[in-house]
């Protein structure tokens, strides 16, 4: 069955740096896009990056912009997202999810805690 598992979180200090993996199976990840969410602590799930099939086109919630890139390797199977010079408010549980604006499928979500 189609499943997606993300790793890579944990705990940094502010202007630190993460890298989260997903890591895609049960489907022909090659012709879907991606998308990475973030649930802060007791607020809503939000949008934060997401990358076309093929990985041509990306596009990012303004508050990431330039300080995160979004990227696949169709190859592995894989979705990454690479966080830089974060900050505590990007504390959240991240989770990765398969399409562009709609999402069938998704992964169990990754906690990343940026404190000092």
């Known amino acids: 069955q189609a499943q997606l598992v993300e790793s890579g979180g944990g705990l940094v200090q502010p202007g630190g740096s993460l890298r989260l993996s997903c890591a895609a199976s049960?489907?022909?990840?090659?012709?879907?896009?991606m998308s990475w969410f973030r649930q802060p602590p007791e607020k809503e799930r939000e949008l934060v990056a997401r990358?076309?099939?093929?990985?041509?086109?990306?596009d990012y919630a303004d508050s990431v912009k330039g300080r995160f890139t979004i990227s696949r390797d169709n190859a592995k199977n894989t979705v990454y997202l690479q966080m830089n010079s974060l900050k505590p408010e990007d504390t959240a549980v991240y989770y990765c999810?398969?399409?562009?604006?709609?999402?069938?499928?998704w992964g169990q979500g990754t906690l990343v805690t940026v404190s000092s």
């Open positions: 999810a398969r399409g562009w604006s709609a999402y069938a499928i």
């Open positions: 049960g489907f022909t990840f090659a012709t879907y896009a």
């Open positions: 990358i076309s099939d093929l990985g041509v086109r990306t």
